[in-house]
């Protein structure tokens, strides 16, 4: 478990390396980059919206992710309600769709690219993972793609 300085300095070096990367694919190095930062993370990535689902995107993740899903789970109520979602235990979140049973707390974050519709997606291992400092950070990478 990273401690909340620590949390700091590895978004910031991600930050900078999302900067730099030549990577044309920046969606899946943004998946790796965090991934890899993050010990207690199990999934990263991200959804796209196309009608009434949700298909998935580039991720980095221990499983396979579930795709398409409906817009009920945590990553669709987060694109309808166009609002950043934490939730600290999945299993209170009561249309949770579950793709790894590992998984014990979520953050999702929407956003646009030419009007399609997208959620960040990350899940963690150890409840209650996320914090003001992650959607800080997350806000200012999804600003770099
Ligand atoms: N838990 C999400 C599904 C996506 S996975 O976590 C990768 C949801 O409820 O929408």
Not at 12 to 36: A, G, M, V
């Amino acid at each position: 478990m990273q401690l909340t300085k620590n949390k700091e300095k590895i978004y910031i070096n991600c930050i900078q390396s999302i900067k730099n990367t030549l990577d044309n694919n920046k969606l899946q190095y943004i998946s790796n980059i965090l991934f890899e930062a993050f010990d207690d993370w199990i999934f990263c990535g991200f959804y796209y919206q196309e009608q009434d689902e949700l298909i998935i995107s580039e991720y980095k993740a221990n499983k396979l992710p579930c795709s398409p899903i409906g817009l009920d789970g945590v990553c669709g109520t987060s694109i309808v309600k166009n609002k950043i979602l934490n939730i600290k235990d999945v299993n209170q979140f009561e249309d949770h769709i579950v793709c790894d049973e590992n998984s014990k707390s979520e953050l999702c974050i929407p956003f646009e690219i030419n009007s399609i519709k997208y959620v960040l997606d990350i899940d963690s291992s150890r409840m209650d993972a996320f914090c003001a400092i992650d959607k800080k950070y997350l806000l200012k990478i999804i600003k770099e793609i």
